[in-house]
């Protein structure tokens, strides 16, 4: 991608750089063409995940004893970067294989990594984690969904919503309550299988953007899973969560930092194109100056991101800190798709410009993963 910023990057190593060109090539040849048929079924068909799959671009952050590609974080950045660059909606790459991946890493025992990671990198297992519910998003104290122990099973009662992933998943990993007079301290986490009974999938939700993001209802009565299916260990969900929300938050702000980016190039681009009363849009002071005060926003953001990147990958990155870089990129980018897409005047309101898609799906950058507000209760604790 062609940027008008000149803040050298030098996160990066070169097989970084090397994967982003397999990953470019990936998403123009087997995703752009898609995009169209994916917003109309509401979802990413799964043979392009399978292909995924294949070119090794899911769990690339995974060890390669289960069949992950054995990358850093970088190659999860490069890649989170691309599908920004490309103008991508849909595919929950990132979400599968640098957010609930991990859980199953770190936390699983050798016979749940072994049973279910080689099929998630291959494609052939795709994975939600099902944590918000109607009447608990941010606030994972507040949920209601219990998980009750029978014999050598846990009993799932509760309902999901907003779950990513959640019409072609094959298995969950849901939050549920194991011990409710603990509150937060009685969370735990189970793996639950999509074909188990008493499982359903509900409906795709309408969003106002990221139409082919199979955004859906999760709901279990009297679900059974063996006690096998327990994530880590019991009472300790909260915990866990805790200590991958950092890296869920930083990969958004990563998209964030890409998407600000590449509308700016574009945006710079058309006003140099527009021709306005008889002269390009640029040349008039206003769209000029504009278009200056992004350029430093968008750089402030890209070195903000970066260095919290240089971070993360070292393993140092806090809470506080990605906190920051998620409010902080997430904010600019609505704030500059909201200036860039004026710009294009009416032009600006059509899907078919990159602009328009940016601007409807990124508004809700601000609320998944932890809401604006949130990150800044997160921030003040430490002030």
């Not at 998980?147 to 099973?153: H, K, L, N, Q, S």
């Not at 188990?196 to 795709?204: A, I, L, M, T, V």
């Not at 950058?365 to 003040?380: A, Q």
Request: with cysteine; aromatic share 8%.
């Amino acid at each position: 991608m062609d940027s008008v910023l000149t803040f050298p990057r030098s996160v990066f190593r070169e097989d970084h750089e090397m994967f982003r060109t397999t990953v470019r090539r990936f998403f123009e040849r087997e995703c752009k063409p898609l995009q169209a048929q994916w917003d109309a079924n509401g979802k990413v068909d799964r043979d392009t995940w399978r292909k995924a799959g294949r070119e090794g671009l899911l769990c690339v952050a995974i060890s390669e004893e289960w069949g992950g590609a054995g990358g850093d974080f970088g190659h999860a950045a490069v890649l989170q970067e691309e599908l920004s660059y490309a103008g991508l909606s849909g595919p929950g790459f990132a979400l599968h294989s640098d957010i609930i991946a991990p859980y199953i890493e770190r936390l699983g025992t050798e016979e749940q990594k072994r049973k279910w990671l080689p099929g998630c990198a291959s494609g052939e297992v795709i994975l939600a984690v099902a944590m918000s519910e109607p009447g608990a998003g941010s606030d994972l104290k507040a949920i209601r969904t219990t998980a009750r122990r029978e014999g050598d099973a846990y009993v799932i009662n509760g309902a999901k919503t907003f779950i990513s992933n959640g019409l072609n998943c094959d298995l969950v990993v849901v939050v549920a309550k194991t011990d409710p007079e603990l509150g937060g301290k009685g969370i735990s986490l189970l793996l639950v299988e999509a074909n188990r009974p008493g499982f359903k999938k509900g409906r795709k939700l309408d969003k106002m953007g990221q139409q082919a993001a199979d955004t859906a209802e999760l709901f279990f009565e009297n679900v059974r899973v063996p006690v096998s299916n327990l994530l880590g260990e019991e009472n300790k969900g909260f915990a866990y969560l805790m200590q991958e929300l950092a890296q869920e938050r930083f990969m958004i702000a990563v998209g964030a930092a890409a998407k600000l980016e590449a509308m700016l190039a574009d945006t710079v681009r058309y006003t140099k194109e527009r021709m306005v009363f008889g002269k390009p849009l640029f040349d008039f002071q206003n769209t000029r100056f504009k278009l200056a005060e992004l350029k430093t926003r968008t750089t402030a953001v890209r070195m903000m991101v970066d260095q919290y990147l240089r971070e993360h990958m070292a393993r140092k990155l806090t809470l506080e800190e990605a906190a920051m870089a998620k409010l902080y990129s997430t904010e600019e980018l609505g704030k500059g798709l909201d200036e860039l897409l004026q710009l294009y005047g009416g032009y600006g309101y059509m899907m078919e410009y990159p602009i328009c898609r940016a601007f409807v799906d990124s508004r809700v950058n601000r609320i998944y993963g932890g809401t604006s507000e949130v990150m800044k209760e997160l921030i003040s604790r430490q002030l």
